[in-house]
């Protein structure tokens, strides 16, 4: 009986601090500002641009022909708020009006790295391997239209 109390009271003093650790780990990386979006501190207000890391409890102020895109550091969410108005990153995220895509974990991982700049990530080109595949495509489907069709008295006609 005695051992059910001790540990009852271990998950109610460990609870407040899950709770803190759970606020610490949720921060978002800007991948995109239109306008003038503010983060509001103590110190005063600071222009938020890309790159930035904005953590959960950070207040931002949205102006009325502003938007901001965020980038879950740890999770598969792009948040795009375009609300306008000053409140919380949780409570803009909350807020219906605002657009949540639902990405790939290795893809905001690799945005996420490019954003801060980080060495070990490189961004990677695919417009020249396409740009040849379409002209090997283009070059086959032509040569196709220009097949000559034989018929049975060896008269070459095309199609």
């Known amino acids: 009986m005695k ?64 938007s901001i895109s965020l980038m879950a550091e740890g999770g598969d969410k792009q948040y795009v708020i375009n609300s306008p108005g000053k409140a919380k990153v949780e409570s803009f995220l909350a807020d219906k009006r605002n657009t949540v895509l639902t990405l ?26 396409a740009t040849v595949t379409r002209e090997v495509i283009n070059k086959d489907t032509l040569v196709m239209d220009s097949l000559v069709v034989v018929k049975e008295d060896s008269t070459c006609t095309q199609p």
């Open 3 to 66: 051992s059910k109390k001790i540990v009852a009271l271990c998950l109610l003093l460990f609870m407040p601090l899950l709770a803190m650790a759970k606020k610490e780990a949720a921060k978002y990386v800007v991948s995109d500002v239109q306008g003038r979006v503010e983060m509001v501190t103590a110190k005063g207000k600071q222009r938020l641009s890309k790159g930035d890391v904005v953590s959960a409890d950070a207040t931002l102020n949205v102006p009325f022909n502003g």
């Open 104 to 129: 790939t974990k290795d893809y905001v991982k690799s945005v996420v790295a490019q954003l801060r700049k980080d060495k070990s990530v490189k961004a990677r080109r695919h417009s020249d391997p």
